[in-house]
């Protein structure tokens, strides 16, 4: 018997409010877990655009005048002094000092952590998807088979 349809026989085994129950369950985890893949996704994103900035910035020559971003969407002027060193947002509002080839380096470990992570959550979403169908599925057989008992 394989792993499928004995999952199957044990929620054919359950009754219609515990088939509820397991599906409102599924459902929330693949909601969140999707809103976890969104929030991989845009980190991803962010960190795809800084690595694409550092190779940018290696390129430009030394006293290069420019637009400094201090937000999403104010500017100031600005002129390159040092571009061999770069200041890294770790997290929480701590920054570090590294060498170019350094930042480069850990925004692409970062975007290799980040593919790793969502191919894993994008595995177990897949997972949980098909326990929230299947439980559907096994709740609307169930409740078609109560509607014919019930109206003969």
């Known amino acids: 018997m394989t792993s499928s349809s004995s999952a199957r ?3 054919e085994k359950m009754g ?3 088939l509820k129950a397991l599906k409102e369950q599924a459902d929330l ?4 877990l999707q809103d976890s893949l969104n929030n991989i996704r845009t980190a991803n994103a962010r960190l ?3 690595a694409g900035a550092l190779n940018d910035l290696s390129i430009r020559p030394q006293g290069k005048k420019m637009l400094v971003p201090l937000t999403a969407s104010l500017y100031v002027p600005g002129t390159l002094d040092e ?7 770790i997290g929480t509002g701590y920054f570090i000092e590294k060498t170019m080839d350094d930042g480069k380096d850990y925004c692409q470990r ?6 790793s992570n969502y191919e894993q959550l994008f595995e177990v979403l897949a997972k949980k998807k098909s326990v929230a169908d299947e439980a559907g599925m ?11 008992a019930t109206t003969s």
Do not use: T
Request: negative net charge; aromatic residues 0%.
């Open 29 to 32: 985890e693949v909601n969140l």
């Open 16 to 18: 219609i409010d515990q």
């Open 9 to 11: 026989g044990e929620l």
């Open 48 to 50: 795809e655009s800084a």
């Open 110 to 115: 970062k975007i290799n952590l980040l593919k």
């Open 138 to 148: 096994v709740l609307q057989g169930k409740v078609r088979q109560l509607q014919a």
């Open 83 to 89: 571009a061999d060193k770069v200041l890294v947002d």
